[in-house]
């Protein structure tokens, strides 16, 4: 299952902007887990990017603890503020504040898909330098899944 995944996020980062529909069913894929109660295990089984990061990765990463600062609830406010700023105002630009356009859930997959690759282009590097799931330390995806109250 964990494989499916890693190859589904490769698929997604090289492939999806020339087909966006592939960003909005991992959205949707996301959505299916949270309604069916499987939450909690997002990151740990169910995460294309987590299960890209565990399974083909950490083989390459020299798995050193992860720096303080990047744990620091600091920091991953920062990150989610500015992730949140981003991808609100992407969302502005792709013009999906109302009314929503007949292409909306292309323009949609567009816009997630530029998240993850910009994200990929700061999760990669950190894996290949410090630890596989150093990303996953202040992932605003992450971070916004554990407020979710139950
Ligand atoms: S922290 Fe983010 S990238 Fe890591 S497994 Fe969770 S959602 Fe995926």
């Known amino acids: 299952m964990r494989i499916l995944l890693s190859i589904a996020y490769l698929i997604v980062i090289t492939l999806g902007l020339r087909y966006p529909i592939l960003g909005t069913l991992v959205f949707s894929y996301m959505g299916l887990v949270i309604i069916v109660g499987k939450r909690k295990k997002w990151c740990s089984s169910y995460c294309p990017r987590g299960s890209f990061l565990d399974v083909m990765i950490s083989r390459l990463s020299p798995t050193r603890p992860i720096p303080l600062w990047l744990l620091s609830k600091t920091f991953r406010r920062t990150v989610l503020v500015m992730f949140l700023g981003f991808f609100g105002l992407q969302l502005y630009l792709s013009g999906l504040f109302a009314p929503w356009p007949e292409d909306g859930l292309i323009r949609l997959g567009t816009v997630l898909v ?12 950190l894996a290949f330098w410090n630890n596989q799931r150093a990303w996953c330390s202040f992932c605003p995806v992450g971070n916004i899944l554990r407020r979710i109250p139950q």
């Not at 530029?114 to 990669?124: D, E, G, N, V």
């Open 114 to 125: 530029r998240m993850c690759i910009l994200s990929s282009a700061i999760a990669l590097p």
